[in-house]
């Protein structure tokens, strides 16, 4: 995919409204077409041999039960494979005629659809198209190296948020709203987390994936809007941490495939929802567990070998991309940890290397990975401005101070940037882009520092200095102290496409004693406050709330917590 800013954009302002948060306002322009039909072809990707494209069909004539589409290549290219529509070719003549589910063709209405193929020498834009023996004339057709349409249909911008509201989720919006002062950010768009199968079709009376594309369609109104989906099923999911344990067992490699990820993309396919901007956070906590979590290291559990022995996390991490990457207003970012986690020397790299092996398992290439997500569900600060890592106490470096811990960096937004790097140097698309979860990691209230702390020793320098008030960076289970972050914002900083609500706020991160239920969620040991820790924590005390129900139920006593230590203070 190109991703060519554009600086229109990008000068965009924030504003909120009663049924989105929009990142930014995008000025729109309406004209009616005076042609038969209006064909937009975007080569979206092109490499030495190949390319993909995603064309948009716009009948502006008589509604159509059924449709076909043709143009010639001038030259040698050859189409391999396609989706949303049936192609055949013959020569240099193609054919791409409807499938069952979108041979409706309304007036006015348009289908997408797209293709992979082959090409060598020049790879030049079809002249001419013709609808049911028709000639459309071509609207648009960026070549390879133009920016994509801001907003349009038929292939990806560069940045999804950008221009675009969030979408709010009725139900957590609800949750929010019933606590005393939620209303003040049960606007905010957070992410919706389809956890288990049973969460597509809607599960003990929730709303289902359909159901919540649906509703984006009406928030969206004539305006631009960007829907959050966590995929968060891989067979025997989350092999570190039982409070997040899925319903899939290590080997199910087959039913992930066929009962969760086909399903997603059949929905999301839908030429219904090809308006919307859906981003997609993949498989949060799995790759870095097959680098942190196994063989030798004293972090290791023998679950994470297991996974890393049979493979079906980068099995299912590739057969999501490759799937989900197919469908062209569905934007993939990969979970990538976050700086507690992946910040030493001995994970960084690897953890790179890792998450390019799945992007090229299953079908999968690298351009079906728009980008990647930091902090997803945890508690890292944005940005510490007490001290930086270069800092020296007493004759010792900060990073020698027990909070750091040798890691190389101190925050969610340097490591973000530094490990975009890392993923272009392992073979990522260079203009991929980031995103960090914000949803819980302000700090603020009461025990926010103001300034550095003492410099009798780097330790009491260090640890009266960060705003992150956690005994360790490697507890991740309802903090306490936790507080709202920076409010969803589009392209906040360099390389950064946004920061999210993905973990939506109130949200139980797993309970803090054993609780039965049907989910497959288990009970973690760092959820309970008593708990005295592991080596992941370097045997803290796990730091969290007492109360807590399972994981993804409302947690009212956090929820209003992190509303009263929320920074930016909420007004």
Known sequence: MTRTRTALLAAMALVTGATGTAFAVD?????????????????????????????????????????????????????????NAKISQSGAAVTAANETYNAQLATGGSV??????????????????????VTCNVDGGGGPTDPPDPGGPSGRVNNPYEGAKGYVNPEWSANAAAE????????????????RIAAINGAGGKMGLRDHLDEALRQKGSGELVVQFVIYNLPGRDC?????????????????????????????????????????????????????NTGSR???????????????????????????GDVPNVYNYVDAGHHGWIGWDDNFGPTAAIMKEAATAE??????????????ANYSALKENNFTINDTVAGKSVRESKWVDWNRYLDELSYAQAFRGQLVSAGFD??????????????????????????TSVDTYVDGGRYDRRLNAGNWCNQSGAGLGERPKAAPAAGIDAYVWMKPPGESDGSSKA??????????????????GNPRNNNNMSGALPDAPVSGHWFSAQFRQLMQNAYPPLS
């Open 515 to 532: 609780i039965p239920n049907d989910e497959g969620k288990g009970f973690d040991r760092m959820c309970d406050p008593t708990y005295t």
């Open 112 to 133: 997408s659809f797209g293709f992979q193929g082959s090409y060598s020498g020049s790879n030049a834009i079809p002249a001419t198209f013709t609808l049911d023996g």
């Open 180 to 195: 005393p002062g939620g209303s003040r950010v049960a606007d905010q768009p957070t992410g919706v987390w389809l956890d």
């Open 430 to 455: 260079a203009n991929i882009g980031m995103l960090i979860d914000t949803s819980r990691n302000g700090w603020g209230g009461a025990a926010r520092p103001t300034g550095p702390g003492a410099t």
């Open 240 to 292: 570190s941490a039982l409070a997040s344990n899925g319903e899939l067992k290590a080997d199910e490699i087959d039913r992930y495939k066929t009962e969760y990820i086909d399903p997603i993309k059949a929905i999301l396919a839908d030429p219904k929802y090809a308006s919307l901007r859906i981003v997609t956070t993949i498989e949060i906590d799995s790759l870095p567990n097959l680098v942190t």
């Open 363 to 376: 079908g999968a290439t690298v351009n079906d990975v728009h980008g990647f997500i930091t902090n997803t």
């Open 298 to 324: 004293p972090t290791a559990v023998p679950q994470c070998d297991v996974m890393k022995a049979n493979g079906n996390y980068v099995k299912g991490v590739g057969y999501a991309l490759n799937k989900l």
């Open 27 to 83: 000025p729109a322009s309406a004209g009616v077409a005076a042609v038969p039909c209006t064909v937009d072809y975007k080569i979206q990707n092109q490499w030495s041999t190949g390319f993909t494209a995603a064309v948009t069909l716009t009948n502006n004539s008589a509604a159509k039960s059924s449709w076909s589409l043709k143009w010639s290549y001038a030259g040698n290219q050859q189409v391999t494979s396609g989706w």
